[in-house]
């Protein structure tokens, strides 16, 4: 089956740095993306969609200038947490929905930790 | 109101039972319907998609989906201590697969 890589796994950071997530689809060719965040005890959030070669579509009230979205090929899309805050630390996962059957595939996630 | 509620449980059951789980959802156009499992820090499987009214069976899952009533629920049967995780359902409401998500259920299994 379809398999989205994405890592790292889990991330402990201090306040205030950046935090880049990877989002890779290993054996089919992604033609969007989608971004969810996901607290404790809490659903899935979506937070923002991004389409390969153009600007991500945020949700409302998620900051763009936060959370960097680069979709840069049909394979990878990255996200950026700018300039974390402990309120930030949250599990963070994506999915990929192929180009053939447009099924969504999710990655593993992401448990991002601000001190 | 919220798109897609869940009963957030747990919901506690036997080994060798069956387990219901429920959702409803908001938006009346909604087309595509999904349950996920989730366990602890992990991410979301999918489970069953449903797309037409009635039921559908894969091993020991059932969804059913009630378009008109925007209810759809997933049934366990045998439950195994195995499935003890968070369910999620998942609705596509404007098919371009920006699914809602409930809150999930927590499903324990007994053994």
């Known amino acids: 089956g379809a398999v989205v890589s994405q890592h790292p796994s889990r991330v402990i950071c201090k306040s205030g740095t950046s935090v880049k997530i990877e989002c890779r689809s290993l054996d089919f060719q992604a033609t969007t993306m989608f971004w969810y965040r996901q607290f404790p005890k809490q659903s899935l959030m979506l937070m923002a969609t991004s389409n390969e070669g153009s600007k991500a579509t945020y949700e409302q009230g998620v900051e763009k200038d936060k959370f960097l979205i680069n979709h840069a090929s049909l394979t990878l899309s990255t996200l950026t947490v700018t300039s974390a805050h402990p309120e930030d630390s949250s599990f963070y996962i994506c999915s990929a929905r192929g180009t053939v059957n447009e099924k969504l595939f999710f990655g593993s996630g992401t448990q991002l930790s601000v001190l | 109101q919220k798109e897609v509620e869940q009963n957030s449980g747990p919901l506690s059951v036997p080994e060798g039972a069956i387990a219901s789980l429920n959702c409803t959802y908001s938006?009346?156009?909604?087309?595509?319907f999904f349950w996920y499992r989730q366990y602890s820090g992990k991410s979301p499987e999918l489970i069953m998609s449903?797309?037409?009214?009635g039921d559908k069976e894969d091993g020991r899952f059932t969804a059913q989906l009630n378009k008109a009533s925007q209810y759809v629920s997933l049934l366990i049967r045998d439950s195994q201590p195995s499935d003890s995780a968070t369910y999620l359902c998942?609705?596509?409401?404007?098919?371009?697969?920006?699914?809602?998500f409930g809150a999930g259920t927590t499903v324990t299994v007994r053994a």
């Open positions: 938006d009346r156009g909604s087309q595509s």
């Open positions: 998942a609705v596509n409401p404007s098919n371009d697969y920006k699914l809602s």
């Open positions: 449903i797309y037409s009214n």
